[in-house]
């Protein structure tokens, strides 16, 4: 059984930063995805980021471009710098099986299967 088990988080003001981890186990597939996602009250999930186990190239919503970096080692990480009120909300690690290895990783959240808890990041004003 796949599991997720996202850390970090918080609150923090405008233009701090903040770091977000997620453990992941029971993994037996060659290649698959892991991305972020986030959602705020009222809002629908949106991707964040994601990147292949085999360290493909990585993929940024544009409203993250430049101050989110996703990596991933023996975690899967998500530095986040110079948040912004608007990137508070919920958010979500998630894994899908992919064919795939040196492809993007879409942002289609349909496709992936397993996903973490949700760790809660507060940005104010």
């Known amino acids: 059984e796949v599991q997720l088990v996202e850390s970090g988080g918080g609150s923090v003001q405008a233009g701090g930063s903040l770091r977000l981890s997620c453990a992941v186990s029971g993994i037996f597939w060659t290649y698959y995805c892991m991305a972020w996602f986030r959602q705020a009250p009222g809002k629908e999930r949106e991707a964040v980021a994601s990147l292949s186990n085999s360290n493909g190239p990585r993929l940024y919503a544009d409203s993250v471009k430049g101050r989110f970096t996703i990596s991933k080692d023996n975690t899967l990480t998500l530095q986040m710098n110079s948040l912004k009120p608007e990137d508070s909300g919920t958010y979500f690690c998630?894994?899908?099986?992919?064919?795939?290895?040196?492809?993007?990783?879409?942002?289609?959240?349909?496709?992936?299967?397993?996903w973490g808890q949700g760790a809660q990041v507060t940005v104010s004003p």
């Open positions: 998630a894994v899908r099986r992919t064919m795939n290895g040196r492809g993007y990783c879409s942002f289609e959240s349909f496709m992936y299967t397993s």
